[in-house]
């Protein structure tokens, strides 16, 4: 508690904070959850993509998912080989890819126009196609995966169409993949969808992987249910092994964990400007906002937050909210031992879509961030400063 006063003293607030040895944590438990021949581990770096970040985790074995040629050039220069790195974009166009192709990463194709062009450009070059398997599509609304997600990946309805082209072009169809974006709870479900990748997989002779993508549930409450990923870990590799005895092939088993492997290493920082007692409530004002801290805004997301100033002061409620000139509500009727003016609140799960979803706005400067590792911290960013804001601005004569 007191270390992350001692970096806030240090290096000031707000600041983000990430434990390497809870990424390191995470990384060796995801990999010792499976038990088959050949398992990558993707790390998903949208969720956090910090330079030393990128290389810890490379350090630990991992292998880069990227969604954005941005990204392929963050991991290239984080130290990853190219073929230790996929492309998995969303809606992008042709020179993306292109620029993609040329730095020699795999890549994952998630429409059929994008399949025919790319089938017929590089008929050398292996493709991974992205399956949208529409599973409890309009069913289940508890798990509505093929709702949440129905602007990803080609229909699984639509294979045909994939392999005409697939023969058309003679292109060899390396891998396939799926990633639902559900919360897996105890695997079921995501055993189900296994199964209907493992039955359109039988079609495609030159596959060598299949990737799973993600959807590990991490916990963001005290006593929230988390995946339990070492009995997913068990029943998922029993049916993936299975599925290569089948085959008679040592399939790789992917997957693209980002959350599970970095949402609690993370820990945001601030400090409270201004406490206001209105007649209704008390507001906590944080010495930041959505431009730091979008998921409970965003997404409605939950948070925890710990007063690390006063610990043991007795208990109160609070609306904790940030300084944007907009509602920028972190937390509602939150119960917090007393907050005073001064003090240093700290979020936890702030490793995942945290920083990396983080802005300008309000001319604000984005927050530094410092990696604990072994022992050490270090600086990994600086804080911005008003350079950053002048950057690329071009002011007219007028
Ligand atoms: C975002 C993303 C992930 C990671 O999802 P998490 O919930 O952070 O684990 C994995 N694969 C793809 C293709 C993604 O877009």
């Given at each position: 508690m007191s270390d992350f006063l001692e970096l806030t003293e240090q290096y000031k607030a707000p600041l983000y904070v990430y434990d390497g040895d809870i990424i390191e944590q995470k990384f060796n438990l995801f990999k010792s959850a499976f038990d088959v021949k050949n398992l990558d581990i993707h790390y998903a770096c949208k969720a956090l993509t910090n330079l030393s970040i990128l290389k810890l985790l490379k350090k630990l074995g991992a292998r880069l998912d990227c969604v954005s040629v941005q990204e392929i050039q963050l991991g290239l220069k984080a130290g990853f080989e190219p073929s230790e790195i996929m492309f998995t974009p969303n809606g992008v166009g042709e020179e993306e890819y292109d620029r993609a192709i040329s730095f020699g990463v795999s890549v994952n194709v998630d429409n059929i126009d994008m399949l025919e062009y790319l089938a017929s450009k590089y008929p050398d070059i292996p493709l991974c196609i992205r399956i949208n398997p529409h599973l409890l599509g309009g069913g289940n609304?508890?798990?509505?995966v093929g709702t949440i997600d129905s602007k990803f990946g080609i229909s699984i309805h639509q294979l045909p169409h994939v392999h005409r082209i697939v023969e058309q072009y003679n292109v060899r169809i390396n891998g396939l993949h799926v990633h639902t974006g559900s919360d897996i709870h105890d695997g079921e479900i995501f055993i189900r969808a296994a199964e209907l990748i493992f039955s359109a997989a039988e079609s495609f002779e030159q596959l060598e992987y299949l990737d799973f993508g993600s959807g590990f549930k991490v916990p963001y409450k005290p006593n929230d249910y988390a995946t339990d990923i070492k009995s997913f870990g068990e029943k998922f590799s029993v049916v993936f092994n299975k599925f290569c005895i089948k085959m008679g092939k040592d399939f790789h088993l992917k997957f693209e964990p980002g959350k599970f492997l970095v949402s609690e290493a993370g820990s945001f920082i601030t400090k409270v400007n201004v406490i206001k007692q209105t007649t209704a409530c008390t507001f906590v004002h944080l010495d930041s906002g959505f431009n730091h801290l979008i998921r409970p805004m965003f997404y409605n997301a939950y948070h925890h937050i710990e007063n690390i100033s006063n610990p043991d002061g007795s208990d109160k409620l609070y609306n904790i909210v940030g300084y944007i000139c907009e509602s920028d509500t972190f937390a509602s009727n939150r119960m917090l031992p007393e907050v005073r003016k001064g003090d240093y609140l700290k979020f936890n799960n702030a490793g995942a879509y945290c920083f990396s979803m983080s802005s300008n706005y309000n001319s604000r400067y984005r927050p530094a961030e410092v990696l604990i590792y072994k022992n050490q911290a270090h600086l990994i960013r600086t804080r911005e400063s008003l350079e950053d804001i002048l950057q690329n601005q071009i002011m007219v004569e007028i």
């Open positions: 609304s508890k798990i509505s």
